[in-house]
């Protein structure tokens, strides 16, 4: 038992290792691929972002509307539901807009990019890179890198903003709460401390799940149910890992 | 000032082991410069792994590979890729980017190492797609070709950049026999007229002998013959003619390892 629990500590141990060196070799290729292949990073910002506004929209609406109607219910109890604006707001930007957001990046655009590394090593696409003296890490990887840590903030500020839109439609259109109120509580509420540790998510989310996307990729074993694996464990590994740095985060912002 | 070798590729006594499986065990070769050498075996005799070790995608674990009198080992990844430049590699499934055209697929390796114009891409990629003859198929995407289209496409891609080595990797698996006998034909047009070295790994005779200058066949992880497609066929070794009539069983046995039948199906073999 000793034996094994060794060996798969050894193995993490190892593996660990060899993820961060994976990073600081896209940090190495980062500023050359944007200075001289920005198009290959605009058209995955593009595969990552822009092809994932459905869903963002989709759930950040009926989030907000959900925050709404929690809020209203619980604060009118209180009659304090002129501050559910506040309330949204607070829950949209620090928490539920970069959570929510990462774990559905992860979702939708981690597995896309897990798997279309995966099949292109199964298909021996990137060893035919770099027998054409073209190194696959900078011409595959790091623009997918780039276009997820680009795409997620700006997905994550999407969220939070249709989120709003939702809390307002539930709460001033349907339950009457007053327009101004709404917004004025939620001006007073939210400071800028409250937006960076927002941002401050999102870009770190959206570094970590582009990172375990395109590591599980590169790293699947080249068969179709090697790719498959490498697909399901983005989501897993990437929703454990974005809940452990909003946990990390909020600790230190607070 | 040296004189230009006969030898484009030596490799001596190689070594190489996949776990705890040794497919190499000092082997040595040469690849003639200008000539269609066919790297020939059974399955699972590690030709495509020499294609591998030849081109460094994976190293040795012992033992000297030269190319143009350069040992590879040496190379850092610049000299490397400086190196794969001079290769042509056609992959067994063609390996065509999926999301690029077949048109993009050929520019690829132009648009990648060279700063010539959209015009002069467009005329060198339309000579190489009209050499395999797929002019017409320029705008099509991989998914939409066949299997001999798409090997097509790749030697066109593998041959963009001029190479001095192109390298085949079972150019003729799954082809039907007029794709067989087009790939087969513009290897040998290739060669001769672009005045290149070929490798091909494969294992059909038949195709190997109609246009190889020279083969090596390869089994536990050595030659175990080598010369002109005719010399192999007149050879007395039990293992090259079991080889080049495709017998079913001899040297190379028919069955894999196991325990014995009737004890197996006895079940005596589990107690």
Redesign the interface.
Known sequence: MFRDLYYNMFDFVRTFGALQLFFLRLLMYSPTVLWRRFGLVVAQIHNAGALSLVIIIISGFFVGAVLGLQGFSNLSRFNAEDSVGAVAALALVKELGPVITALLFAGRAGTALSSEIGL?KA???L?????????PIR?VVVPRFLGGVVAMPLLAAIFSMVGLLGAHLVCVSLLGVDVGSFWQQMQQSVEVADINEGIVKSIVFGIAASLLAVWEGYNAIPTAEGVGRATTRTVVISAIVVLIFDFMITAVAI | MDAVSDNLIEIHDLDYSFGARKIFNGLNLTIKRGQVTAIMGPSGTGKTTLLRLI?R?IVPDHGVILVDGVDIATLNQTGL??M??R?G?L???G????DLSVFENVA??LR??TRLTNRLIRHVVLTKLHAVGLRGAADMMPQQLSGGMARRV?LA?AMV?DPDILIYDEPFVGLDPISMGVIVRLVRKMNDALGITSIIVSHDVQEISTVADCSYLISKGKVAASGSPDELNKASSDLVRQFMHGMADGPVAFHYDAPDYAEQLLGRDTE
């Open positions: 292109m298909t021996d696409q060893s035919a890179m770099e027998m054409m003296a073209v190194n011409r | 081109t995608q890729y400086e794969r430049k290769f590699m992959f067994q499934n390996a065509l980017l999926t690829f390796p990648e190492h790749a891609r950049m």
